[in-house]
């Protein structure tokens, strides 16, 4: 996965996850939480609440995190653009007319996003992978100038200093067409994913379709690292993949805690979502349990040229980055996944087709919209604004 989808764009509020002991009728509990970087390129941080006094927890929350660091191992290899070896990586060295076999997992993240660009009418686009690189936001550009391959696209002088060349940018956005990604099975029950429609030559070099399952593939990530914590026995907690896809188990409620705090909370737990006009300040609070929470924003990833903000998040139909109304975009529902594609598709959209998109398929979602006047549109009440 790419990384650059969202940055640190909310956060939790973990001065609410005391690190002393709390008493009550339950046990001893504690908190535990361990985190990683060696996944995905960036953070993936699990948090459970549970009377490790007891014979066996921590044994027992070992092994949850072995397998868990396992799963992000083997899901990172199978979803990542930037791994050679992988589903994903091996797919986009293709060219148009030719296939390749495929793993399971990645078949149902494909299916989910192929869900998603059709039912968004492709403002949820993973064909976006060379655009992305074009705009400088692949993971080409985590790694130090000295090693970066070189594609004859690149600016001099790195990406602020001027714009991509627009023959690039026309030639790649034909190419993000994700309708030419044909998933099927063969006779034997493999699935094979299979790259239609046809290349683009622009100064003599072949370009081919190329995708990203980041935008979707974090928040599955997240459910799935979820599922083996409920397997394990724990009901408090939560996953956090990239600060940006959680999946959420219920929050534990203190027993020292007020009335009122009790009743707010009822194991919630408390997300701060960023400002997108001050990087330093938190702009609301939502509040969710037993669910998937993303958010996706204009303001993370950017650069400016002329006065313009170009950011990370890439409108297929046009070739560049998103400049409309919406500027942040909070989903907490049934699944990470979900949430995870829905929040760049409602970036990408005009304020009027959000609108058309939260009352038709966000039934069951809480949406919270921040928009470029700092006004907000939502479906819910589960949130308070920060002074």
Partial sequence: MSGQKKGLIFLFVFSLIPAFLF????????????????YFGTVSQVVVYDNFSRRGALENWEKCW???????????????AARADGDIGRFNTLNAGSSIAINQETAEVFLLAKELYEISGAAFNPAVFLL?????????FMLPIQSRPVMPYDRTGGPAAALPDEKYIQAFARLADFNHCVLSTDDTGRFILAKTGSDE??????????????????GYVAEKA???????????????????????????????????????????WPVNIRSPFDRSANFLTAYGKNEGVSTSGTYEHYYIIENRRYSHIIDTKTGYPADGEIVSASVIGPGAAWADAVTTALCVMSLTEAR??????????????????????SNTTRYRLLP
């Fill in 356 to 377: 058309q998109f939260l009352e038709n398929h966000l039934q069951n979602y809480q949406v919270i919209l921040i928009l470029s006047d700092g006004s907000i549109i």
């Fill in 66 to 80: 072995n397998e868990i660091t396992a799963l992000l191992a083997d899901l990172e290899t199978k979803l990542s």
């Fill in 226 to 268: 979820a599922e083996v914590l409920v397997r394990y026995g724990y009901q408090y907690g939560l996953v956090n993949i990239g600060a940006s896809s959680f999946q959420l188990l219920e929050r534990y409620t203190d027993n020292n805690e007020t009335p009122e705090e009790i009743l707010l909370n009822a194991g919630f």
């Fill in 132 to 140: 992305t690189d074009l705009w400088c936001y692949s993971p080409r």
């Fill in 23 to 38: 008493c009550s009728p339950r046990g001893e509990i504690t908190v535990r939480r361990k985190a990683t970087m060696a």
């Fill in 201 to 218: 030559i622009v100064d003599g070099q072949k370009y081919s379709l190329q995708i990203d399952l980041g935008g979707i593939g974090k």
